[in-house]
DNA sequence: GAAAAGAGCAACCTATGGGTTGCGTTTCGC
DNA sequence: GCGAAACGCAACCCATAGGTTGCTCTTTTC
């Protein structure tokens, strides 16, 4: 493929790894990792700032494809979304692939770290 | 391992992630990977900004470990750092595992993506 | 050795990200 | 039906990320 190509997939992952790149939401997503589905309030104990704070960390998750959220009475619900997660490791994957060429043929150039 | 244990290792990638989460140095990080090491004159070709911007990114991919740079001569040269990629894509890999285990078990409890 | 190429430094500007607070609205529990 | 719980909405605040411009300094080049 072209360089252009690869780039141009790359670059469309960009806010995926903007939405990653905040310690606050990267908790959140470890937490509706280990834990499942929560609320809003749930998600809010333990994390040191206001529930809307917290729900304004959400929905740029979900801007970017990670998470969804579902009303269920007077709670709205935050859960993963796997299809989307999926796609998105398949994405770092050929990223690691298009690296692991390009440090192929760095460590040809030159031989440090 | 415990869940704090991974969620910790997770949020140490914060700074990565946001170092990346922008298509301007994912731009950049893309061009060094094709194009091998490349001075700011040659990185700012091509690029819609100033010079002086391309060097404020560069000093960004620089504060995440992606990149490094050395003066030769007139010119500064700026070139991907292969062990450190290698240490990120395993801990991408370390993370995606634990997405897989966490979207197993969300599977069980729901099934839609 | 003078001009031009390549960078570094510093000041500055603006939009936005991350956070708060206050208040209104819906839903649950008793 | 009434209070409390859970949330939505909106205004606001501040730091900083991303960008520019202008000037200086060093290194080539001819």
Do not use: N
Request: charged share 30%.
């Amino acid at each position: 493929m072209r360089a252009s190509a690869s780039q141009a997939r790359l670059i469309e992952a960009a806010p995926v790894f903007a939405a990653l790149g905040d310690p606050a939401r990267l908790t959140l997503v470890s937490r509706l990792c280990s834990e499942g589905p929560l609320s809003i309030v749930r998600l809010t104990e333990g994390a040191r700032m206001s529930r809307q704070a917290v729900t304004k960390h959400l929905y740029a998750l979900s801007d970017a494809g990670l998470v969804h959220s579902e009303r269920s009475g007077r709670e709205r619900v935050w859960q993963l979304r796997p299809r989307r997660i999926e796609e998105i490791r398949r994405h770092l994957d050929q990223i690691s692939l298009q690296w692991d060429a390009a440090l192929d043929r760095l460590r040809v150039l030159v031989e440090d770290g």
